[in-house]
């Protein structure tokens, strides 16, 4: 079995996948203080709830924009699974060219998202990923990655509003159904909700117009299923497709 893991900023993602299939999925909050013990144990307590030994994993494939938490997870890897992780960077072949000036600024997760969007709904596409940051990556006619556009995403939108501002207070995020807020906390949902939508609309617009293109839109992200079904340029959400790319990355690189 392969276990893959996707370190975000606000949480960390792992699935179990048996060949292509996968058959366990759970999700933890980053912390970089979180020591390879702690995670083994976390781990293997939610393995054994789905009935799977811990020894049945035979190798591991990471993305991560965290450092401090990548080096816990690997000695997670290498400690308590015997086994080396393949963790995802610009230097493996990942079946996708990266067009950016400088290639190795593309974070693992954006190439991820790519090759796995590329592979499942072909070339012009632009995957918007809404999590900690708002990402939205675009593929060319050609298949190629050629770059994006990076955003704040909602959750630290809705908390600078908190921390700024002396009498907003602290919200949660939540999808309203009026735009109009009839007081201050439904105008602050208002706001980051309805503005957001605003923004990938807006985004998706001007990507279209730059590229002279007509293009797909594929939702992603921790936060995408908030989003999904609020607009109709949105084309297809796909809350699994991280995963889907670590799985193809690893089958392209592990007999290198």
Request: charged share 20%.
């Amino acid at each position: 079995m392969l276990l893959a893991i996707d370190v975000g900023n606000t949480n960390i993602t792992v699935a179990i996948f048996d060949d292509r299939n996968k058959v366990g999925s759970w999700r933890i909050s980053t912390d970089g203080r979180r020591t390879a013990d702690e995670y083994a144990v976390w781990l293997t307590q939610l393995l054994g709830l789905s009935g799977i030994e811990r020894g049945a994993i035979d190798d591991v494939v990471m993305a991560s924009v965290v450092p401090s938490a990548t080096f816990n997870l690997e000695w997670l890897c290498r400690k308590h699974l015997g086994c080396t992780p393949m963790i995802v960077t610009s230097e493996l072949d990942l079946g996708i060219k990266n067009r950016l000036d400088n290639p190795k600024e593309a974070g693992a997760d954006r190439l991820v998202n790519a090759l796995a969007a590329r592979n499942a709904y072909g070339p012009n596409l632009i995957i918007v990923d809404v999590g900690t940051a708002t990402n939205f990556d675009v593929i060319d006619g050609n298949g190629d990655y050629v770059g994006g556009v990076i955003a704040l995403g909602p959750h630290p939108a809705l908390e600078a509003l908190h921390q700024i501002a002396a009498k907003l207070p602290k919200v949660e995020l939540e999808r309203p159904d009026r735009v109009i807020g009839k007081g201050t906390v439904g105008a602050m949902q208002s706001g980051i909700f309805w503005g957001y939508v605003s923004l990938i609309e807006g985004m998706v617009r001007r990507i279209r117009s730059e590229m002279g293109a007509p293009m797909q839109v594929i939702l992603t992200g921790g936060l995408s299923v908030l989003f999904a079904g609020s607009t109709p340029v949105i084309d297809h959400y796909d809350a699994d497709l991280t995963m889907r790319g670590l799985l193809e990355v690893y089958e392209r690189n592990r007999q290198k």
